[in-house]
Structures are given as structure tokens and as C-alpha cells.
């Protein structure tokens, strides 16, 4: 039986999925930041604006997703992963000393860059230097630090922001301290984990896969014997090399176009948008409206932002538990049912106008059920499912579709907020986790326990 080195796995996997924490700090920082900024920048009053800075980074997560396939096929995983590390540090460093909305925007879309590029990469990485029986925990662990980043950020802006009294106004916010430098030190916080992300991308080795695919021999087995020794390198490296024989020369969209490519293609993205269109994610962009409709105010809600983050934390340890025993599709099928429920009674709710704990309760519910099934187990199926060639122009496909399906969300909540009530909002969301289910039950197939190159050839087959 093969000994595979899992420190040496598990180094360079938390590495790569350093990504995932910048992702999910700079994704979440700016909704602590949210009551401060608006004041400083005078947006409180232009629904438009407040929408575009909570929603402009989105857009440079999906030029970063875009492009990230066609030039990590090019160039590799690693130096695209070491370009994000240092938008991420130029974002946070640019966006705290703006002193005008224009700068502010800019950095916020260069740090959607970043988020774009790393949420394609990193789980992409991850799942290319992983053996198959430990896949989906490693794959996991990108959104373990996702998580990380979101309790961080939550946690550094409720540290960060001092008490709001009771019946403040905006002139009172603007001029406090928290209305000229707290939000500026949530975005500088930032800096600290993007550069020892810049600086750690270095030590890591390029993913075998993606070399296999350009021809260095020397380079693969070298990596794969420091992941499991020189038979398993060879093993690895014959099953790579074999499925690649029919496979070389460049990308193009007639292979993309194919009925096998179109049904996984379909799968990616469809899975992709919704993990962003079951909504839960609006709790953590727009945490202030939704915990005031529950009668909380703004020193409360950022506590109670804290309780749901450390929620989600605790339940992604969960899933890294049970990703490689109940499968993915399991998982899938369970988080999306339990969510069309919770989203149901949440919506009833908010109808009958109940406040306090028991909506804080269902909001928690709600969350640790998406961060044992859909958060992470999203990411470990598209790093999986997409053949070796054009994984990387696939992967931008898919994570394209999460970030366009993202800024749709984030920009259409207050609409529908508006026109629906929260009851009105939640329930509709219920209904898509619904339809999510049934598609997820009649075209996701399971993938645990299988070689990227034995999912290849059964789900083109």
C-alpha cells in the first residue's frame, strides 16, 4: 500500500489555499465597512452608489475568472496564484487611503481581480496535487480558508469599529473616528495574510498536471514522489500521460462545443450560479438590513456577524469530514433541501414579524447548513469535473457563471427587498434552492474516491 506524504500535501495545499482566505476576507470586509464608508463618501442617500461599491468588486472577479482560464493553461496555476497574492496586497493598501469614491472603486475591482483568479486556481491547484482518496478533503481546505477569511474579516471589523450609540446620525458617523479611519484599517487589515501569500507562492511547485501537459517528465515525477514516493510517481505519471495521448495541441471551443463538454459544461455552470443564487450569501453583504429587519441595531449586528461566521467555520470542518465518506452529491442534495426549508419558515418569519433570536436561530441554521454542503462541495466538483486539457478554460466558464450569478445577487437584494419584503425575498430564494435540488438529483454524478482522469473518461463517456 502506497504511504503517501499528507504534511508535504497539506503545506502546499494551505499555501494555494491562502487564496481562499484573501477571498473570503476582501469578499466580506466591505459589509462591516458598509455604515462607515457611505458616510465618509456621502452615498447614504443614492441607492445606485451604495449598490455599486458593495457590487464593483464582483465585476473584477469576473474579468479575473474570465481570464484566468486561457492564462493558466498558458502559464501555469502558480505565477497566476503569485499576480492575485499581489492584486490582493494593492487592493487593501489603495482602498484604505482613498479619500474620494472613484479610487475607492478602482481598487475594489483590482481586488475582484484577485478574488477571481484565486477562486479558479486555487481549489484548481489544490485538486491537481491531491491522490484521489483524500481529493475532497484537500479541495476542501480552499474553502475552510474562504471561511477563515470571512471570521477574520468579521472579527477585525467588529474590533476595529468602536460602539455606535443608540439613535445616531449620520453627521454623528461621519464624524466619529469609525466614519474617518475604522473602515480604512478594515481594508489595511488585509495586508498582513496577501503578502505572506505573495511570499509563500514562491515555495510551492507548479501543478504536475498542467506540467505533464507541456512536457517536463523530470519536473512531474519529481513532485509526485514527494507527494507519494517513486511507485506511486510513476503510477500517477502513466495515467496523466495516458490521457493526454489524445489530447494535445491547443485549446479550442469546437471541444468545448462537444455533446460530452456541453453536459459537463452545463453542470459547471448551472452548479456554479447556484451556489451564489440559494442566497445565503446575502446575509454576509447586506448583514445590516437583513439583522434590522430581525429589530437589531448596528453594534449588534456586527456581533451577530461575528456568531454566523464562526457558524460557518465550524460546520466547513464538517463537510471536510464527510466530502470523501457521504460523497459530493449527497452533501449537495442535503444542503439544498435543507435550505429551500429554512428559507420557508425564515420567510414566514419575517412575514409575521418576528424579531430577535429565533430569526438570528434560523439565519444560523441556515448557514451551517450551507457551509457543510454547497460552500465547499461546489468548489471540490468543478475542480473535478472538467477533463485535464481544458480544465483551466473550463474552470473560468463555470467560476464566470458564480461571479456574474454573485453580483446579480448582491445587486438585486435590495431590489427585492424593496418590492418583496425580506419575507418575499427569502421565500423566493427557497424556491431556487428547490429547483437547484432537482437538478442537482438528475444530472450531478458522484465523484468521490476517483482519479481526475477516471472522472474524465466516465463522464465523457
Not at 23 to 36: C, L, M, Q, S
Not at 347 to 356: L, N, R, S
Not at 414 to 432: E, K, R, V
Request: with cysteine; net charge positive.
Amino acid at each position: 500500500m502506497q504511504k503517501l506524504n499528507t504534511r508535504y500535501i497539506f503545506t502546499i495545499s494551505m499555501v494555494s489555499a491562502m487564496g481562499g482566505l484573501l477571498f473570503g476576507y476582501d469578499w466580506v470586509v466591505i459589509g462591516g465597512a458598509k455604515p462607515f464608508y457611505e458616510q465618509f463618501f456621502h452615498i447614504s442617500q443614492s441607492p445606485f452608489l451604495q449598490g455599486w461599491a458593495m457590487s464593483s468588486a464582483l465585476l473584477g472577479c469576473l474579468l479575473g475568472a474570465l481570464t484566468s482560464g486561457a492564462f493558466s493553461d498558458r502559464l501555469g496555476r502558480k505565477k497566476l496564484l503569485i499576480f492575485s497574492a499581489f492584486l490582493f496586497t494593492l487592493s487593501a493598501i489603495g482602498t484604505g487611503a482613498s479619500n474620494n469614491f472613484t479610487p475607492f472603486i478602482i481598487y475594489r475591482i483590482l481586488g475582484g481581480v484577485g478574488i477571481g483568479l484565486a477562486s479558479n486556481l486555487s481549489p484548481m491547484y489544490i485538486a491537481e496535487v491531491s491522490p484521489a482518496s483524500m481529493r475532497g478533503k484537500f479541495v476542501s481546505l480552499n474553502q475552510l480558508t474562504i471561511v477563515i477569511g470571512i471570521l477574520g474579516a468579521q472579527i477585525a471589523n467588529w474590533q476595529i469599529a468602536q460602539p455606535v450609540p443608540e439613535g445616531a446620525t449620520a453627521a454623528d458617523i461621519l464624524a466619529s473616528w469609525n466614519g474617518q479611519m475604522a473602515w480604512r484599517w478594515m481594508f489595511w487589515a488585509e495586508t498582513l495574510p496577501a503578502g505572506a501569500f505573495f511570499l509563500l507562492m514562491f515555495i510551492v511547485p507548479e501543478s504536475p498536471r498542467w506540467l505533464a501537459k507541456n512536457g517536463n517528465e523530470n519536473k512531474v515525477l519529481s513532485i509526485l514522489g514527494k507527494i507519494g514516493g517513486e511507485e506511486y510517481a510513476k503510477k500517477e505519471y502513466k495515467s496523466i500521460h495516458e490521457n493526454l495521448v489524445h489530447d494535445k495541441g491547443r485549446v479550442n471551443f469546437k471541444f468545448l462545443n462537444s455533446p460530452g463538454m456541453r453536459k459537463i459544461l452545463l453542470i459547471g455552470i448551472v452548479i456554479a450560479a447556484f451556489q451564489q443564487w440559494c442566497g445565503i450569501n446575502v446575509i454576509f453583504n447586506y448583514a445590516q438590513e437583513v439583522f434590522a429587519a430581525a429589530g437589531y441595531g448596528v453594534s449588534d449586528t456586527l456581533f451577530n456577524i461575528v456568531v454566523t461566521g464562526s457558524v460557518n467555520l465550524v460546520f466547513t470542518f464538517v463537510a471536510i469530514y464527510t466530502v470523501d465518506k457521504l460523497g459530493r452529491r449527497v452533501l449537495m442534495i442535503l444542503g439544498s433541501a435543507g435550505l429551500a426549508g429554512i428559507y420557508a419558515l425564515m420567510g414566514a418569519g419575517y412575514y409575521f414579524q418576528v424579531t430577535g433570536w429565533p430569526l438570528l436561530l434560523l439565519v444560523v441554521l441556515g448557514i451551517a447548513c450551507y457551509a457543510m454542503s454547497l460552500a465547499p462541495v461546489t468548489w471540490v466538483v468543478l475542480s473535478e469535473i472538467f477533463p485535464n486539457r481544458i480544465r483551466g478554460a473550463a474552470m473560468s466558464f463555470a467560476t464566470a457563471s458564480l461571479w456574474i450569478a454573485s453580483f446579480l445577487l448582491t445587486y438585486t437584494f435590495p431590489l427585492l427587498n424593496s418590492a418583496f419584503g425580506a419575507s418575499g425575498t427569502f421565500w423566493l430564494y427557497g424556491i431556487i434552492c428547490a429547483a437547484g435540488l432537482l437538478f442537482i438529483y438528475k444530472r450531478l454524478p458522484e465523484t468521490k474516491g476517483k482519479s481526475l482522469e477516471e472522472i474524465e473518461v466516465e463522464i465523457l463517456n
